[in-house]
């Protein structure tokens, strides 16, 4: 008889079920356990807004130009032109110094003076030519910078007989505030007939 | 017991989502600075200026044990930026002061630079403001200075640049 072969597939029939409740089961668990953790870290995340952990603040300041302006040396001013004799030629001498300060503040701090002069007479009004040394006669030389401070360079003007007024020096264009100062040398030109006597004019200079 | 099995699973999810909910807050820490340009003044070159910011702020809640403050700023620049158009970070210096404003009650309090003669340059960051001990939350105001010397070679013109204030 195979009636306990019966019972076995019964039996085995029995196991059959319960391996597939058991899988059935595990899948629940783990399904249940995979939602908790996302909701888990749906909350866990969610926070507070971030806050302000760096600020910027902007600033402004501004920084004033000054002027450019030109001193000379004072009168009145005996130019050392030595013992000049009657006929002699040319009488030298140098006028002292002369300095621009550049205190604009400029991004090109160029500038260039201008050097003007009357005539120099000696004796009462009216001279006569021979009392009188004319502006054509006068030459002018600034010669190399003597002191220079801050940025860019002097650059030193010639100007011969018949060429004043006209440039005296210039300075080229760099950034800052600087100072140049020169000793200008001035040439009279004298006439074979010039009358002896001390002379006296005035020289100007102007800068812009 | 098919049936108990699936609720039982069903009860373990929910006990985890509630476990995970009443989980403890975090510190939290925040700076505000004044917003609005500031105006640092007007001088000739080669002078110094010295101006107060505005008020700066940090707020920290009680789990926030300690924080820094530091600052650091951008070269001011005017026109378009060329070499002689800018005043270099380095120039601009900054001393905090003592606190100003301040809430929270055994909170340890530490100026970055508590008068003028402390002033930092800030060619690089600095230290601001400092708490170097507090179990309590806590507002912290300074109304920095800053500093600015006006190099020789500069040039006249409107300058402007950024200060930042951060924390941690």
Avoid: C
Avoid at chain 1, 30 to 54: N, S, Y
Avoid at chain 1, 149 to 169: D, E, H, K, Q, R
Wanted: aromatic share 6%.
């Amino acid at each position: 008889m195979f009636s306990s072969g019966s019972r076995n597939r019964d039996r085995d029939i029995y196991q059959e079920r319960l391996g597939t409740d058991m899988r059935t089961r595990s899948k629940l668990a783990t399904i249940a356990l995979t939602t908790g953790l996302a909701l888990a870290g749906f909350t866990g995340i969610a926070g507070p807004a971030q806050a302000d952990v760096t600020g910027d603040t902007i600033a402004t300041f501004t920084i004033t130009g000054g002027v450019l302006a030109i001193t000379v040396p004072a009168s009145t001013v005996a130019l050392a032109t030595g013992t000049v004799n009657a006929g002699e030629a040319t009488a030298t001498g140098q006028l002292g110094a002369v300095t621009v300060a550049d205190g604009r503040g400029a991004l090109l701090n160029s500038w260039t003076t201008t050097v003007s002069s009357t005539a120099f007479i000696t004796g009462t009004a009216p001279d006569t030519a021979n009392e009188t040394v004319a502006v054509a006669n006068i030459a002018y030389s600034s010669g190399a910078a003597t002191a220079h401070t801050g940025l860019g360079a002097f650059v030193p003007g010639v100007l011969a007989n018949g060429s004043v007024p006209g440039t005296a020096g210039t300075h080229t264009g760099f950034a800052g505030n600087s100072s140049s100062t020169w000793n200008p040398t001035l040439v009279f030109t004298l006439l074979s007939s010039q009358v002896a006597g001390t002379y006296s004019g005035t020289i100007t200079h102007a800068v812009a | 017991m098919k049936a108990g099995w699936r609720v039982a699973a069903v009860v373990g999810a929910t006990a985890f989502v509630v476990l995970i909910t009443s989980l403890p807050a975090h510190a939290t820490l925040s700076i505000s600075v004044p917003t609005s340009t500031v105006n640092l003044g007007s001088v000739a070159i080669g002078g110094t200026l010295s101006q107060q910011l505005g008020t700066v702020r940090v707020t920290a809640n009680g789990l926030t044990l300690l924080w820094t403050a530091t600052v650091a700023s951008t070269d001011f620049i005017t026109g378009s930026g060329t070499p002689a158009e800018k005043v270099v970070k380095g120039s601009i210096h900054y001393w905090s002061g003592p606190a100003t404003f301040t809430s929270g009650l055994g909170v340890t309090r530490v100026p970055g630079q508590v008068t003028a003669l402390q002033k930092v340059s800030l060619a690089g960051s600095q230290t601001a403001f400092r708490v170097i001990g507090s179990l309590v939350a806590s507002t912290t105001d300074w109304n920095p200075t800053i500093v600015t010397v006006i190099p020789a070679g500069a040039v006249a013109g409107t300058y402007t640049g950024t200060i930042t204030h951060s924390v941690a």
